[in-house]
Nanobody, 119 residues
Framework: QVQLVESGGGLVQPGGSLRLSCAASGFAFRNYIMRWYRQAPGKEREWVGV????????NYVDSVKGRFTISRDNDKNTLYLQMNSLKPEDAGVYYCNVARGLGLTQDYWGQGTQVTVAS
């Protein structure tokens, strides 16, 4: 079965960095576009960014451009989100996602990893 497991969240001071990971299994990871989302308390889930299946193309929400970088290791079936210059407004639960298609009949989400940005 498809599984996405995020890790790497934690408490960081403003201006700090974190690297999130998402370990994927149960599907042909290298064939799929992958996405990161986040959800702050009391707010709707927000798209953060996307990476092409090959890793050759990325795009981000404007608020994180220049600070966040999505990458992937298709040999390790792992997605990454490098977050630098973190701000309090970046806090929330971060989720990785694979969308339906290419044999997947539904969207899949991980359980999320909590990011807290506070001094």
């Amino acid at each position: 079965q498809v599984q996405l497991v995020e890790s790497g969240g934690g408490l960081v001071q403003p201006g700090g960095s974190l690297r999130l990971s998402c370990a994927a299994s149960g599907f042909a990871f290298r064939n799929y576009i992958m996405r990161w989302y986040r959800q702050a308390p009391g707010k709707e889930r927000e798209w953060v960014g996307v990476i092409a299946s090959s890793g050759g193309g990325t795009n981000y929400v404007d608020s994180v451009k220049g600070r966040f970088t999505i990458s992937r290791d298709n040999d390790k079936n792992t997605l990454y989100l490098q977050m630098n210059s973190l701000k309090p407004e970046d806090a929330g639960v971060y989720y990785c996602n694979v969308a339906r298609g290419l044999g997947l009949t539904q969207d899949y989400w991980g359980q999320g990893t909590q990011v807290t940005v506070a001094s």
